[in-house]
């Protein structure tokens, strides 16, 4: 597929509220397939649809485990619970990164690409890359949640 580029802060999309997906088509699925590779070519966890400038409630999440790739259209968190302090970058704020507190566990109601619901429980960095991705399609930028920022020459000796 193709490899999009990716939107940079202070693009104006970033801090909108996406659209939600009505069209459950072959569009869509591009649109996901791309996504991924453009993803895993930036060496993301989590990718947006906004960051590729398509206002859209379309994201995807790979954390690298046996979860695998997780796709999240039109997504809403149903609940939440504990806390957590971490580390959170962005692709589109290369080199910047903050420490954010989010909830330790959710569960998530979303469509799958064929537009069925489905529900999902997440923990951890799962939770937190969901979260994420979550909150840019309502133009919530994680730089709005730092606690702490963090220089890339802090980076190496980093723990939370």
């Not at 619901?117 to 399609?137: C, G, K, P, T, Y």
Request: proline share 4%.
């Amino acid at each position: 597929m193709a490899i999009l580029p990716i939107v940079m802060h202070p693009n104006p999309i970033l801090e909108k509220e996406c659209e939600k997906v009505s069209a459950y088509d072959k569009k869509l699925k591009k649109l996901l397939e791309n996504m991924y590779d453009t993803m895993i070519e930036a060496d993301g966890v989590g990718l947006a649809a906004p960051q590729v400038g398509v206002d859209l409630q379309v994201a995807i999440v790979d954390i690298g485990d046996e979860t695998g790739t997780i796709e999240l259209i039109n997504p809403e968190i149903l609940s939440f619970e504990g806390s957590q302090k971490d580390l959170e970058g962005c692709l589109s704020f290369p080199g910047l990164y903050g420490e954010v507190t989010r909830p330790y566990s959710i569960k998530v109601r979303t469509n799958d690409r064929k537009g069925r619901s489905i529900e999902l429980h997440a923990n951890d960095f799962l939770a937190r890359a969901i979260q994420h991705e979550i909150d840019h399609l309502h133009g919530i930028l994680f730089t709005s949640k730092v606690d702490k920022l963090i220089s890339e020459e802090e980076l190496e000796g980093y723990e939370a």
